[in-house]
């Protein structure tokens, strides 16, 4: 199947039937990856592909938030979007509403991207439990309605959607009030509640053969839309287990994407990671860039990718990024990073 039709893909078809339950162990292993699009209490956030805490103001009552879509290349990323939530209406059940293929907000979801929910799927019901920070959606019949090569991606999509949202960490997902145990066309495990550990994209790295000893990472790499507008699709990858789950997320940030993904480097590969420490809510990383000239700026992808993923897996609110052992340097979009700097609110706001 065209689904499969890269070698890689096809080992991997056992892991893509169920949710990722390996972890590494040992530093930062035993946190599960945080949602990244909640606003931080910062002074700084990194800006280019991502809206910081003044670009993110409401427009005319609108709400910005991050939903999910398949792009071009059949890959699941964040884009942000705006919406206007009526009387009573609640953002979890309004993004997933637009993320219905052929929906009623076909038309604001930009060029190249596409609703990953079926077609004609309505949200019968939404509700958040407080206490366990549950999202519980129960959609109509029309949500069984879907090929079976959409079964996984449909599952991350709703998933990493709503736990985006910072009252949301888990989903239950319900059909015609039933809770379902399973996906209804190839039978994708969801009888527990569903968190960031599914992972989005899945893949594994070169070398690896057992998929029960890995340590999952989340990866972001960059793609261009048809308007040559650049932004950043978030990859889950299968390493060798790790001690130190943080350094191996950025080394293979620098090892790059895998072969046959129409993703592009956001590093070279002569930068090199010296560390990652974590103290309190901040993760310092030092890196080695031989080619580096003080003075210069450094590429904003690669420093934004590299918060990107170090906020995804780790859990800390700040990255501090050190560069030949320096923090008094910026990027080409003149973010400094002599301090730390947060999460970023939004991720991928294209121009209206």
């Known amino acids: 199947m065209k689904h499969y039709r890269l070698v890689r893909r096809a080992a991997l078809a056992g892991a893509l039937a ?15 990856s945080p949602s990244i699009d909640p ?12 809206t910081d805490v003044g670009q993110a103001a409401n427009h005319a009552g609108q709400t910005q938030m991050t939903v999910y879509l398949k792009d071009q290349n059949g890959m ?20 997933l509403e637009m993320m ?12 190249g991207f596409q609703a990953v929910l079926p077609k004609g799927t309505e949200i019968k019901d939404f509700n958040i439990v ?32 709503l736990t985006s949202m910072p009252d949301i960490q888990k989903v239950d997902i319900w059909m015609e009030g039933a809770k379902l145990g399973e996906m209804p066309v190839d039978g994708m495990p969801i009888d527990q509640p569903l968190t960031r550990s599914v992972g989005i994209n899945l893949e594994a790295a070169d070398g690896v053969n057992n998929y029960s000893q890995t340590t999952p990472v989340t990866l972001y790499f960059s793609a261009l839309t048809p308007n040559n507008e650049l932004y950043y699709v978030p990859v889950t990858r299968l390493v060798n287990r790790s001690d130190n789950r943080a350094k191996s997320a ?44 003080a003075g210069q700026q450094e590429p904003a992808e690669m420093l934004q990718a590299v918060v990107l993923a170090l906020t995804a897996n780790t859990g800390a609110a700040k990255v501090q990024i050190k560069l030949n052992g320096e923090t008094d ?21 294209f121009k209206s």
């Open 250 to 293: 950025i080394e293979q940030l620098i090892s790059g994407p895998s072969e046959g993904r129409a993703l592009t480097a956001v590093m070279t590969p002569d930068v090199t990671v010296k560390s990652v420490t974590k103290q309190n809510d901040i993760v310092t990383v030092e890196l080695q860039d031989d080619a580096y000239v």
């Open 100 to 111: 219905v293929d052929g929906g009623a907000y076909a038309s604001q979801l930009p060029e």
């Open 76 to 95: 699941l990323a964040p884009v942000a979007v705006q919406a206007a939530l009526g009387e009573g209406e609640k953002p979890g059940q309004k993004a």
């Open 329 to 349: 340097f910026t990027d080409t979009n003149n973010q400094s990073y002599s301090s730390p700097v947060s999460a970023p609110e939004h991720v991928n706001a």
């Open 18 to 32: 169920l949710p990722i339950l390996t972890t590494g162990c040992g530093l930062f292993s035993q946190e599960e």
């Open 39 to 50: 606003p931080q209490n910062s002074s700084q956030n990194v800006s280019g592909a991502i």
């Open 130 to 161: 407080p206490d366990q920070k549950l999202a519980v959606v129960d959609f109509s019949k029309a949500f069984a309605d879907y090929n079976v090569t959409e079964e996984r991606h449909i599952v991350e999509a709703i998933t990493w959607t």
